[in-house]
T-cell receptor, first 113, second 112 residues
C-alpha cells in the first residue's frame, strides 16, 4: 500500500531534550516536505527536499533540522525543543514538486513542556 | 506572497447541502485542492480541480472555481454525519519550493 509513515504519533517531552520524528515513504517520490499545523493557521511548511542530499528551508524553519540521506526517509530533528514547538506535524511527499498530489502522513502530535 | 482564506466553521443538518468557500490572493497553481482531515487523522486528498476548469463534479462533491474572483468552493450534497471534519483548500505557491499553501481550515459540523 502506498503510504507515508511517521513515528512517533504522539510525543510529550521537556524543553531542551533533543528529539527526532521519522518520516518514510514507499512511493519512490523525489519530493518530501514537513509542515506544522496550528489552530487557526492552517499548515505551514518547515523544510522541504527536492531529492537526496537536497534540502531547503520553508516558511518556519527556526529550531528545526532535516536530513535526506536516502530517498525514502526524511527525518525532522529538534535539537533543543521549546514550548512554542508544541504542534501537530505532518510529513508529505510527491513525485514532483509543485505539480502532483502530495501524500500526507498520519501526523505527529508533539507537546513540549 | 500568496494567501488563502477560509471561514472557520460551518454547521449544517444531515441531508442538507454544505458549501465551503475559499479565496486566494494569487495563484499560478496548475491544480487547486481540497483536503479533508477527520478527528485525530492525517490529511486526505478529497478532490481537486484543474486551473482552467470552472467546475468539477465527483459523486456528492462539486468544486467550483471562479478565477476572476479568485474564489474556490466545495459543495457536498446530502451531507452525512460522517462528513464532519476539517476541510482545507490548498494551492501550490509560486517559485520552486513545492510548497502547498493552505487555508486555515473550515470545521464542518453535521447535526443529525
Amino acid at each position: 500500500e502506498a503510504q507515508v509513515t511517521q513515528n512517533p504519533r504522539y510525543l510529550i517531552t521537556v524543553t531542551g531534550k533533543k528529539l527526532t520524528v521519522t518520516c518514510s515513504q514507499n512511493m519512490n517520490h523525489e519530493y518530501m516536505s514537513w509542515y506544522r499545523q496550528d489552530p487557526g493557521l492552517g499548515l505551514r511548511q518547515i523544510y522541504y527536499s527536492m531529492n537526496v542530499e537536497v534540502t531547503d528551508k520553508g516558511d518556519v524553519p527556526e529550531g528545526y533540522k532535516v536530513s535526506r540521506k536516502e530517498k525514502r526517509n526524511f527525518p525532522l530533528i529538534l535539537e533543543s525543543p521549546s514550548p512554542n514547538q508544541t504542534s501537530l506535524y505532518f510529513c508529505a511527499s510527491s513525485q514532483r514538486q509543485g505539480r502532483d498530489e502530495q501524500f500526507f502522513g498520519p501526523g505527529t502530535r508533539l507537546t513540549v513542556l | 506572497g500568496e494567501d488563502v482564506e477560509q471561514s472557520l466553521f460551518l454547521s449544517v443538518r444531515e441531508g442538507d447541502s454544505s458549501v465551503i468557500n475559499c479565496t486566494y490572493t494569487d495563484s499560478s497553481s496548475t491544480y487547486l485542492y481540497w483536503y479533508k482531515q477527520e478527528p485525530g487523522a492525517g490529511l486526505q486528498l478529497l478532490t481537486y480541480i484543474f486551473s482552467n476548469m470552472d467546475m468539477k463534479q465527483d459523486q456528492r462533491l462539486t468544486v467550483l472555481l471562479n478565477k476572476k474572483d479568485k474564489h474556490l468552493s466545495l459543495r457536498i450534497a446530502d451531507t452525512q454525519t460522517g462528513d464532519s471534519a476539517i476541510y482545507f483548500c490548498a494551492i501550490y505557491g509560486s517559485g520552486n519550493t513545492g510548497k502547498l499553501i493552505f487555508g486555515q481550515g473550515t470545521t464542518l459540523q453535521v447535526k443529525p
